[in-house]
């Protein structure tokens, strides 16, 4: 992986080959803006922008033979190396991971915020979205493992209330996850494994997201508006990323192995009937430490 991501920050053509193709293979598509947030790091925003509008345009020129399908993605990829080009520039002008991401945390309680002074009902909205969605998967052939017809409207109506919560955490996981790979391939590629914007395994969201939570829940149980309660959500399932980094620190610490961190990955992200359970699990250690700061810097390292 560190050979690979050397050859790649050596050359420009490869970063914007690598960025339309890792794009248009299904299950890769994080890679590529995380290619693109590697570019940032490494020449800086207004260098970088060539490469990252190579890549769009080289997507979008693939996209001609595709028709169907072919705007959506070029859109889809215009939008996500954008997103990678901000996140980017943010880190490079803050020089700290920690900083970025929780600067991430705020601005997605803020798209919370404006969606629901937005929508007359979110509610309504997700339930029809959600049910627009079960009945494309039907037609599609996928069926809703043990759900019929009744059991999935009752399934939709009762996470419609979370469902904007749940979202903007999936939003900002993914961008999480493309910053971090992205500085990844930076640190290792162009950096010497420096981690000059500090280290994944020392991330610690802090005690100010860890107090706005309580702030959030207690209003959410005081007051009608979902708006508290979906703010709430998000933020418990950001310290699902906090969780993740402690699990990296303490295999650093004590010199486990990587297959380690693969079985912890596994257990997290692979279907199991545990897998609600782990995740909150890990969620709740990670807004622990938060508050007790298990954490501890370590020696120098490479940004993971």
Request: aromatic share 8%.
């Amino acid at each position: 992986m560190n050979t690979l991501a050397v050859w790649l920050m050596q050359s420009r053509v490869r970063q914007i080959v690598a960025i339309a193709l890792l794009f248009l293979i299904p299950g890769l598509k994080l890679a590529s803006p995380a290619i693109a947030v590697a570019s940032v790091l490494s020449v800086g925003p207004v260098m970088a922008l060539p490469v990252i509008a190579s890549g769009a345009g080289l997507i979008g020129a693939v996209g001609l033979f595709m028709p169907e399908i072919g705007a959506l993605l070029f859109q889809q990829a215009v939008v996500s190396l954008l997103a990678a080009l901000v996140i980017g520039s943010v880190l490079r002008r803050s020089g700290s991971l920690t900083l970025t991401l929780q600067l991430l945390v705020l601005v997605a309680l803020g798209g919370i915020a404006v969606f629901f002074v937005n929508i007359a009902d979110p509610v309504v909205l997700w339930q029809q979205l959600l049910g627009e969605a079960a009945r494309g998967l039907q037609q599609a052939g996928v069926a809703l493992v043990g759900l019929d017809d009744e059991a999935t409207l009752q399934a939709i109506t009762d996470v419609a209330p979370f469902m904007t919560g749940v979202a903007a955490a999936m939003y900002w996981f993914g961008l999480a996850v493309t910053l971090l790979l992205g500085y990844y391939i930076f640190d290792v590629g162009t950096d010497q494994g420096h981690a000059r914007f500090g280290r994944f395994r020392d991330l610690n969201l802090g005690r100010a997201l860890a107090i706005a939570l309580v702030v959030f829940a207690l209003l959410a149980s005081f007051l009608p508006a979902l708006v508290w309660l979906n703010m709430a959500l998000l933020l418990l399932l950001t310290f699902l990323l906090h969780g993740i980094a402690l699990l990296h620190w303490l295999r650093h610490r004590n010199g486990w192995p990587v297959a380690a961190l693969v079985v912890a990955y596994g257990l997290l992200f692979i279907p199991i009937g545990l897998n609600g359970v782990i995740l909150m699990m890990v969620c709740v250690a990670g807004y622990v430490d938060a508050w007790f700061n298990m954490v501890r810097t370590a020696p120098d390292g490479q940004a993971g």
